[in-house]
């Protein structure tokens, strides 16, 4: 009973999202929300995909530059994190201690700026969106505790054998450590996914926007009409006739996809990569 209850209180919520932008705005307005369209409306969806070029090439971006930051992520951060489970390794507090200095502080916002567009020319450019960001301390630490759960045997008894440090890191303690790194491949996937400040400050090529800063311009189209019409500085529109709340709920069903699509392929991994390592016995 228990479990059924839990499964209605995650589910409702994403069924009421995607009634809500099938619905008719007007019909909204005026009876509010409901679990079942009153009258079925894909006004909403139409006028996310108004322009439907700019969203096919929007979700292009988004998905290459999400996914291979999430391999790139995943490749430096694993071998960062082995070097330092290695107890062989001479100076590996120094190098830890240095890392995590980096998650301490922070050069605000000008200068990320002048960092990234001056001195490394990545603005406007699609590496905009991976280089930054590609390695985080917490996430290496995490694998690192994984990676030292491991017993040191295994990667001995490899090495007496010939094989390299190379060979014994893709292809023992890489497969050893599925579950943590499943977990990591994920949170970075939706990290970049739902990325849209990036776009806003740093890219001005309209074929390298993400998915949600385009998205997030047509709800301030609607937002700017509204102000508009209410301050009498717009022409007369009937306001009920433009689709507040469902665009809203549209724009969530059309991040929102890719995402609940990716997740099923993580989920046996999650919940032992969250745990793993963190209690030893």
Excluded at 17 to 30: P, R, T, W
Excluded at 111 to 138: E, H, K
Excluded at 145 to 172: K, N, V
């Amino acid at each position: 009973i228990v479990l059924i209850l839990l499964c209605v209180i995650v589910i409702a919520p994403m069924v009421l999202l995607v009634s809500v932008s099938i619905s008719n705005e007007a019909d909204i307005a005026q009876n509010g929300y409901a679990f079942i369209p009153r009258k079925v409306d894909f006004t909403a969806y139409k006028y996310v995909f108004q322009n439907p070029d700019t969203i096919v090439q929007a979700y292009k971006v988004t998905a290459f530059y999400s996914i291979v930051s999430m391999v790139l992520a995943v490749l430096f951060m694993s071998m960062m994190a082995y070097m330092l489970s290695v107890k062989i390794l001479k100076g590996r507090s120094v190098i830890a201690l240095m890392l995590y200095f980096t998650n301490l502080f922070g050069g605000g916002m000008v200068a990320n700026y002048l960092v990234y567009t001056q001195l490394y020319g990545l603005g406007d450019t699609i590496w905009m969106y991976i280089i930054p960001g590609l390695v985080s301390p917490w996430y290496v630490f995490m694998i690192r505790t994984s990676m030292q759960a491991i017993p040191e045997e295994i990667s001995e008894s490899a090495f007496m054998d010939g094989a390299s440090e190379y060979r014994i890191f893709f292809q023992m303690i890489i497969p050893l450590s599925k579950p943590v790194l499943a977990t990591i491949a994920l949170f970075t996937f939706l990290s970049k996914w739902n990325d849209w400040n990036t776009s806003m400050i740093y890219i001005h090529n309209p074929k390298l926007m993400s998915l949600q800063y385009q998205l997030q311009r047509i709800l301030h189209d609607i937002n700017a009409m509204q102000e508009a019409e209410q301050s009498g500085m717009g022409q007369a529109v009937d306001l009920t006739k433009i689709p507040t709340e469902t665009v809203r709920m549209a724009m969530a069903v059309v991040v929102a996809g890719p995402a609940l699509v990716v997740f099923p392929f993580f989920q046996k991994y999650f919940v032992k990569g969250l745990t793993v390592g963190s209690v030893k016995g």
